[in-house]
């Protein structure tokens, strides 16, 4: 059938429609990407030295924080001649033939408790690795009698004292060529001996923890099990069993709400909470077979065990080279570490300051009372430098430009957050906001130095980094938002061709049934 004249229009249109659709998407896709690339780089004004940086010149580098001094936090002076180490005691001498153990085969047929601690034993690390009963009990292991095998001519000891058994631990365990095939250290013996724990044992207190108190008696695991008491998750647990007894620590006069502090703080939120194993315990702190409370001059050593690089900025400030000066604990607590923030800088509502917080009424000397940093809450830069002195200036310039610099980076990730959620590509911005960040991190270890020109220095860096992160999220934003505009444009035209095309067809069709009905032409 030939085409009529009609159909050839509609054909034609059908056609021209189509190229007007093509060439309207072409030129969206041109214009898009002539925005893209003919916007200019988005050019960040210098920033102007911060409030902290000019407050900081016109201080001057004698103006950092006042010298403050603090009590020790512990009575016990620092320095002080160690005790005199006890020596090593000799392994228990006994008959053996190095495989017999009658011990355990009477032992674990007697009774179920006695069962239960051959048990015990045999799944133990020493039952593993050859440490039989008469290594700590003595006695003859090859002697099926009982009085042969529990003669004292036989080393036989029976259940030994607690004062007894550190000795009987540390006859092994101070032994370097025993120990080697083990790789473990042969200090511990010495180390309890100028404990707390041990110069009390020494003394006559079996109250005290002694090594089978820690590790088990029978049950020893090593102390990478996971189930071992002494596993480091488990530490602030096994030393609050003691510490959190009222009744146990009162005639020590030590508090025992210390592991419900520690849970809260920080440092034990991470242990227990998210089984953190770079999170101090207990014994990170205080030492585990040397065990005892840090002097305030040992505390920023033990606090720089982890914190490396903010101890030796630290030790840059005008606090460090006090003799007797505020500490890690003065401004950050023991056990209640909180997380540090800007906001804890001050108090919400200056408190009132006078000489005697600082100065000795009677002598001058610098001097802090303990309990004047006992709460968190009463942790802060004007607990000691009033809102008319240099030092709260420096200290105010100190946290405007924290505030600063972490307010400007937390706009620029949300932009950049925003912009990729809309499907635009942000990574050529990601090295900014990540040095921003750095930054920002390193200007609050920083405020250890108290000094603001320090701490400014890396919060104008920040801040810089920052808002070449957030000029770049603008620009995409926009992009964004202009090919949306253009989508919508381009739409809208298709939308119209796709009308006319049906209104024409919808026409021809009406003309061509209107000329089949006529009759045809002679």
Same mark, same amino acid.
């Given at each position: 059938m030939m085409p009529t004249p009609r159909r050839d229009v509609f054909a034609r249109l059908?056609?021209?429609?189509?190229?007007?659709?093509?060439?309207c998407l072409f030129v969206a896709v041109v214009l898009a990407r002539t925005a893209a690339a003919e916007s200019p780089t988005p050019v960040v004004p210098t920033p102007t030295p911060s409030p902290a940086a000019s407050a900081g010149a016109s201080l001057g580098p004698s103006a950092s924080l006042a010298p403050i001094a603090t009590a020790a936090p512990v009575t016990t002076p620092s320095g002080s001649p160690g005790p005199t180490l006890p020596p090593v005691p000799k392994p228990i001498v006994h008959p053996s033939d190095a495989s017999s153990n009658t011990c355990y085969d009477c032992h674990s047929a007697v009774n179920a408790t006695q069962a239960q601690i051959s048990s015990q034993w045999s799944d133990s690390v020493h039952g593993k690795n050859g440490v039989g009963c008469a290594d700590c009990h003595g006695g003859d292991p090859r002697s099926t009698s009982m009085s042969v095998a529990m003669s004292p001519q036989a080393g036989f000891i029976g259940k030994p004292s607690k004062a007894v058994s550190v000795g009987v /631990?540390? $006859? =092994? #365990? @101070?032994?370097?060529?025993? &120990?080697?095939? %083990?790789?473990?250290?042969?200090?511990?013996?010495?180390?309890?001996?100028?404990?707390?724990?041990?110069?009390?044992?020494?003394?006559?207190?079996?109250?005290?923890?002694?090594?089978?108190?820690?590790?088990?008696?029978?049950?020893?695991?090593?102390?990478?099990?996971?189930?071992?008491?002494?596993?480091?998750?488990?530490?602030?647990?096994? /030393?609050? $069993? =003691? #510490? @959190?007894?009222?009744?146990? &620590?009162?005639? %020590?006069?030590?508090p025992t709400d210390q592991y419900a502090i520690y849970s809260q703080s920080v440092h034990g939120q991470d242990l227990l909470q998210k089984a953190d194993l770079r999170a101090p315990t207990c014994a990170s702190c205080h030492?585990?077979?040397?065990?005892?409370?840090?002097?305030?001059?040992?505390?920023?050593?033990?606090?720089?065990?982890?914190?490396?690089?903010?101890?030796?900025?630290?030790?840059?400030?005008?606090?460090?080279?006090l003799d007797v000066g505020p500490k890690c604990w003065t401004c950050h607590g023991t056990h209640d570490v909180q997380p540090t923030s800007e906001d804890r800088l001050f108090h919400p509502t200056p408190p009132t300051v006078n000489c005697t917080i600082c100065h000795d009424p009677v002598t001058n000397t610098f001097r802090l009372k303990t309990e004047q940093f006992a709460t968190d809450a009463d942790r802060r830069c004007d607990t000691c430098h009033h809102s008319a002195s240099a030092e709260y200036a420096q200290a105010s310039g100190i946290r405007d430009a924290l505030v600063k610099a972490s307010a400007t980076y937390d706009t620029a990730d949300a932009k950049l957050q925003q912009a990729a959620a809309l499907g635009m590509i942000v990574t050529d911005a990601d090295v900014a906001l990540t040095e921003a960040r750095t930054d920002l991190i390193q200007a609050r270890a920083a405020v250890h130095t108290t000094q603001l020109t320090d701490v400014a220095t890396l919060t104008d860096a920040a801040v810089a980094k920052a808002g070449e992160a957030d000029a770049f999220a603008d620009s995409k934003l926009s992009e964004s938002t202009f090919r949306r505009e253009a989508m919508v444009a381009v739409v809208i035209v298709i939308a119209l061709n796709?009308?006319?095309?049906?209104?024409?067809?919808?026409?021809?069709?009406?003309?061509?049934?209107?000329?089949?009905?006529?009759?045809?032409v002679a």
């Amino acid at each position: 059938m030939m085409p009529t004249p009609r159909r050839d229009v509609f054909a034609r249109l059908t056609r021209r429609a189509g190229a007007v659709a093509a060439i309207c998407l072409f030129v969206a896709v041109v214009l898009a990407r002539t925005a893209a690339a003919e916007s200019p780089t988005p050019v960040v004004p210098t920033p102007t030295p911060s409030p902290a940086a000019s407050a900081g010149a016109s201080l001057g580098p004698s103006a950092s924080l006042a010298p403050i001094a603090t009590a020790a936090p512990v009575t016990t002076p620092s320095g002080s001649p160690g005790p005199t180490l006890p020596p090593v005691p000799k392994p228990i001498v006994h008959p053996s033939d190095a495989s017999s153990n009658t011990c355990y085969d009477c032992h674990s047929a007697v009774n179920a408790t006695q069962a239960q601690i051959s048990s015990q034993w045999s799944d133990s690390v020493h039952g593993k690795n050859g440490v039989g009963c008469a290594d700590c009990h003595g006695g003859d292991p090859r002697s099926t009698s009982m009085s042969v095998a529990m003669s004292p001519q036989a080393g036989f000891i029976g259940k030994p004292s607690k004062a007894v058994s550190v000795g009987v /631990c540390g $006859s =092994c #365990h @101070s032994d370097a060529a025993r &120990m080697a095939q %083990y790789q473990l250290a042969t200090d511990e013996y010495a180390k309890y001996a100028t404990s707390v724990h041990g110069q009390l044992l020494a003394a006559g207190d079996s109250r005290v923890a002694a090594c089978i108190d820690c590790h088990g008696s029978h049950d020893i695991k090593k102390a990478s099990d996971p189930t071992a008491a002494v596993y480091p998750l488990n530490v602030p647990k096994l /030393c609050s $069993s =003691c #510490h @959190s007894n009222t009744q146990l &620590m009162q005639p %020590y006069g030590i508090p025992t709400d210390q592991y419900a502090i520690y849970s809260q703080s920080v440092h034990g939120q991470d242990l227990l909470q998210k089984a953190d194993l770079r999170a101090p315990t207990c014994a990170s702190c205080h030492g585990s077979h040397d065990a005892k409370p840090p002097t305030s001059s040992d505390v920023v050593d033990v606090c720089g065990k982890c914190h490396t690089a903010t101890q030796a900025l630290y030790e840059k400030s005008r606090h460090s080279t006090l003799d007797v000066g505020p500490k890690c604990w003065t401004c950050h607590g023991t056990h209640d570490v909180q997380p540090t923030s800007e906001d804890r800088l001050f108090h919400p509502t200056p408190p009132t300051v006078n000489c005697t917080i600082c100065h000795d009424p009677v002598t001058n000397t610098f001097r802090l009372k303990t309990e004047q940093f006992a709460t968190d809450a009463d942790r802060r830069c004007d607990t000691c430098h009033h809102s008319a002195s240099a030092e709260y200036a420096q200290a105010s310039g100190i946290r405007d430009a924290l505030v600063k610099a972490s307010a400007t980076y937390d706009t620029a990730d949300a932009k950049l957050q925003q912009a990729a959620a809309l499907g635009m590509i942000v990574t050529d911005a990601d090295v900014a906001l990540t040095e921003a960040r750095t930054d920002l991190i390193q200007a609050r270890a920083a405020v250890h130095t108290t000094q603001l020109t320090d701490v400014a220095t890396l919060t104008d860096a920040a801040v810089a980094k920052a808002g070449e992160a957030d000029a770049f999220a603008d620009s995409k934003l926009s992009e964004s938002t202009f090919r949306r505009e253009a989508m919508v444009a381009v739409v809208i035209v298709i939308a119209l061709n796709v009308f006319v095309l049906l209104a024409v067809r919808r026409r021809i069709h009406r003309d061509d049934h209107a000329a089949e009905g006529e009759a045809p032409v002679a």
